[in-house]
Structures are given as C-alpha cells and as structure tokens.
C-alpha cells in the first residue's frame, strides 16, 4: 500500500525485453535506502517489486498484463518516473490510500500556468468515471490528487509548486497517457451495495 506522496523523482537507465515481459532498471536515491530484496515501490502508481537493489538503482520484473494495463510499456532510457516506498505503519497517511493497481490509462488535455500553479485537466475512460468525485482523491501516475474540476469527459486537478517540482508532470505533453487509479473505497461501497440490492 502507498499514500501518494512522492518521495522522488528517479529516471529509467534501461528496458530490457524478455519475451512479453520486461525488466527495467531504475536510477534512484531515496527509495532505496531501507529497501529489501522483495519490497514493494510504486513507480509511476504501478506497484512492482524491487530487485537488484544498489545504492543508485534498482531493477523490477514488469509482466504482460502490467505492461498492457499501465504506461510502463512506454518507458525508454531516460524517462523520469515518480517513485514511493510502500507504506509501514509508523507512517503518516499523508495522501490517501493507492494500491498500485492501475485502473486505467488517462491522457494529458492540458496546462493552465497560474505562476505559482498550474491547473491540469485529464481525459478518462468511461468506465471509471463513476468512482470520479468532485474534491475527492484519484492517484495520477501514483501522485494523490485531489479532484478540483469535473466533467463527463475530463477532470481537473490543482499542482502547486513542490508537486510539480518533485513528480513528472512537468515533464508530461499534451497526449501524453497516464497511469489512473481511483479511491478504492468507492470501488467497495460500489460491490457491498450490489448485495443489498434486490436481484
């Protein structure tokens, strides 16, 4: 389990093809620090598991199905990824709670530069929008946002400078996709109430 807190901003060193998997290897300083063989580390919202661990990197096993579902199919040699350790239970709940499960890919509509903010809106697929609520939580490529604008089609989310400073955004382009995963709670609500509902 992750908060969506960012804690760095590391950058792919490598892709390795193997079969209809790959393995990527991941230049990082944070994460890694306290980090066993096994443990989980979010990268750009997908929790994968770290290997190889050094003091500069770490390499992860992605699978087909992550690598159909996710961005992570999409990373080249230098791209910058959003890194977290997975949650312990000293830890403060800083954003809210994010599985690393992605949902579904988003696309990058725009930026608006407000100077010390940005306003960024995101295209979604249909069938996640039910789980969108206005002022409520969706981890965007595993940074916890919160929804400040919201429409049939797209919603918006407000970036203040540490945000951009320390995550990818600022490195994304417009139709650029995006790794999106909704409130779990929500997803819950949604399946206990298909029991109580009359069949």
Same mark, same amino acid.
């Given at each position: 389990m992750f908060t969506g807190i960012i804690e760095e901003l590391g950058k792919v060193c490598s892709v390795e093809e193997?079969?209809?998997?790959? @393995?990527?290897?991941?230049?990082? @300083?944070? $994460?890694?620090?306290?980090?066993?063989?096994? %443990?989980?580390?979010?990268?750009?919202?997908?929790? /994968?598991?770290?290997?190889d661990i050094t003091n500069?990197?770490?390499?992860? %096993?992605?699978?087909? !199905?992550?690598l159909r579902r996710s961005t992570l199919g999409t990373l080249k040699p230098g791209t910058g990824v959003n890194l977290e350790r997975s949650?312990?239970? =000293?830890?403060?709940?800083?954003?809210?709670?994010?599985?690393?499960? $992605? %949902?579904?890919?988003? !696309? /990058?509509?725009?930026? =608006?530069?407000?100077? =010390?903010?940005?306003?960024? @809106?995101?295209?979604y697929p249909a069938d996640i929008g039910r789980y969108l609520v206005f002022?409520?939580?969706i981890?965007?490529?595993?940074?916890? /946002?919160?929804?400040a604008g919201l429409t049939d089609e797209y919603f918006e989310v407000a970036i203040i400078p540490k945000t951009w400073e320390v995550t990818n955004l600022s490195q994304l382009k417009?139709?650029?996709? $995006?790794? /999106?995963?909704? %409130? $779990?709670?929500?997803?819950?609500?949604? @399946?206990?109430l298909e029991f109580r509902l009359p069949r």
């Amino acid at each position: 389990m992750f908060t969506g807190i960012i804690e760095e901003l590391g950058k792919v060193c490598s892709v390795e093809e193997r079969g209809e998997n790959a @393995r990527i290897i991941i230049e990082a @300083r944070i $994460v890694v620090q306290g980090t066993n063989q096994g %443990d989980s580390i979010s990268v750009n919202g997908v929790c /994968l598991t770290a290997l190889d661990i050094t003091n500069g990197s770490f390499a992860a %096993d992605v699978s087909k !199905e992550t690598l159909r579902r996710s961005t992570l199919g999409t990373l080249k040699p230098g791209t910058g990824v959003n890194l977290e350790r997975s949650v312990t239970a =000293e830890a403060r709940l800083g954003g809210h709670i994010v599985q690393g499960h $992605v %949902d579904g890919r988003g !696309e /990058l509509l725009g930026v =608006e530069d407000h100077g =010390e903010s940005w306003t960024v @809106r995101f295209g979604y697929p249909a069938d996640i929008g039910r789980y969108l609520v206005f002022k409520g939580s969706i981890a965007v490529e595993g940074i916890s /946002l919160t929804i400040a604008g919201l429409t049939d089609e797209y919603f918006e989310v407000a970036i203040i400078p540490k945000t951009w400073e320390v995550t990818n955004l600022s490195q994304l382009k417009v139709g650029d996709a $995006v790794n /999106l995963e909704v %409130d $779990v709670i929500g997803k819950y609500v949604e @399946r206990l109430l298909e029991f109580r509902l009359p069949r």
